[in-house]
């Protein structure tokens, strides 16, 4: 247990320090040599790279339409109707956000406009490893429908038998997906990002992944011959803001179910009530003891963070200094202090507001902003995967009207074409009017 209060402002960054990326100029440099093995050889390097690390014996890259439907065909008709259910949340949340145009006369005779357009092709990443995410399917597929992206270009690693999860395949078809490529990991981004004779070539990447993919996001994005992402991410995390009221059994599942998502994985719990750490630290112990992921959530744990306040207050500036993936609030009045809550991916009100409901299926979006971008990053929405422009019109009337201010603040900074460009119309209008 950590008393905040008695903490200098040092040993209180350290304590909100997330746990350190490994190797991080080796991980750099790994990267950007498969990056240029795959722009430099196609179709090739990604199937040299899906045969070392996931299917030896891969053919070919593109999951054809028979094996797509075999495939989710073979998905039990309980995994198939939670699937739907949560489709349908997604769906319906994500379609809620859809933007409206604006028009406005900001000017008598000059007409000002916002629409939104849906990205053309844009890539999903969904994760291999030891568990399938049918949810990530989800929660890439059905914005991108929603938004009406004309291509959609799903990639996944293979099993060794050079098929994906069932469960991924029902997702897939459900969100109206059917390109879906064999390959994960650094390959799989370079492949979007450049395109190969297969994939085309994404306008924008979405989606988790382990660290050589979060690096080779990042790495694409900062590349002209490369694509826009989502946003960048680090391991996943969860907060728990508690007080008194908090029941420590709840709290300890929450940690855990964090935590079993990787071993860089973070918990940490933020509460007023030394009995309530206390409580939740035996708690985690018994429940994390008869877990199939043990191994994982335990090495999770190691990051843990117990952490005793003495007011809400402070434990709310703790949470906001931190900004949470997760945030779970369990106190008495939860959405009281909403309006202080001001950097956290996605929050939890209340006791009955696990993380795994926004992970599975209440609406809300799993893709969040990790590792303290929570600062400056928004959850995934429908709006990622549009673009917004602008339109302006100006009449003759709305250039007599405003063409002098655009003149004068032309030659404020020296930019003489900026200037004659209004100036010449402006005196054309001058001329037909005395004509």
């Not at 349908?88 to 008598?108: C, E, G, M, V, W």
């Not at 005779?109 to 849906?118: D, L």
């Not at 200037?419 to 009017?433: D, G, I, P, T």
């Amino acid at each position: 247990m950590i008393d905040w209060s008695s903490l200098s402002q040092q040993d209180r960054q350290q304590v909100l320090s997330r746990p350190a990326m490994q190797n991080a100029r080796r991980l750099q440099e790994t990267v950007g040599q498969i990056l240029t093995e795959v722009n430099t050889k196609g179709d090739e390097a990604v199937l040299a790279f899906t045969r070392q690390f996931d299917c030896p014996d891969l053919k070919q890259l593109a999951l054809n339409n028979a094996d797509l439907n075999r495939l989710a065909d073979s998905v039990t008709e309980p995994v198939q109707n939670a699937i739907d259910t949560a489709f349908k949340n997604i769906y319906d949340f994500h379609q809620a956000q859809q933007p409206q145009s604006i028009t406005l006369t900001t000017t008598r005779g000059v007409v000002c406009e916002q629409h939104f357009s849906a990205l053309d092709t844009v890539g999903l990443y969904i994760p291999g490893g030891s568990a399938p995410l049918p949810s990530t399917v989800l929660m890439l597929g059905v914005p991108a429908m929603a938004a009406g992206c004309r291509r959609r270009v799903l990639c996944t690693p293979p099993a060794k038998s050079g098929m994906i999860a069932p469960e991924i395949a029902y997702a897939a078809r459900k969100c109206g997906i059917s390109e879906i490529y064999l390959c994960g990991g650094a390959q799989a981004i370079a492949a979007m990002a450049f395109g190969t004779d297969t994939l085309p070539r994404a306008d924008k990447i979405f989606g988790p992944g382990n660290s050589f993919v979060t690096e080779a996001k990042q790495q694409v994005s900062q590349r002209p011959d490369g694509a826009a992402i989502d946003m960048p991410a680090g391991p996943s995390e969860v907060l728990v803001l508690a007080d008194d009221s908090a029941d420590p059994e709840f709290i300890a599942s929450d940690l855990l179910s964090q935590a079993e998502h990787g071993s860089d994985s973070q918990a940490i719990l933020v509460c007023t009530s030394e009995q309530v750490i206390e409580q939740t630290v035996a708690a985690v112990e018994r429940q994390l003891a008869v877990l199939s992921r043990n191994d994982i959530a335990s090495q999770a744990m190691q990051n843990a963070r117990y952490i005793l306040t003495d007011t809400l207050q402070q434990a709310i500036e703790v949470s906001n200094l931190y900004a949470p993936e997760h945030l779970i609030v369990q106190i008495t009045h939860p959405r009281s202090c909403l309006p202080l809550l001001t950097n956290a991916g996605s929050i939890f009100l209340g006791p009955w507001s696990p993380e795994s409901a926004g992970d599975y299926a209440s609406g809300t979006n799993h893709v969040l902003p990790t590792y303290g971008y929570a600062r400056n990053y928004s959850s995934l929405g429908l709006l990622d995967f549009m673009r917004r422009y602008t339109v302006q019109e100006l009449s003759e009337e709305g250039m007599r009207n405003l063409g002098p201010a655009i003149v004068t603040l032309a030659n404020a900074e020296g930019l003489d074409a900026h200037a004659n460009a209004v100036s010449l119309r402006l005196a054309k209008l001058e001329q037909e009017n005395r004509g």
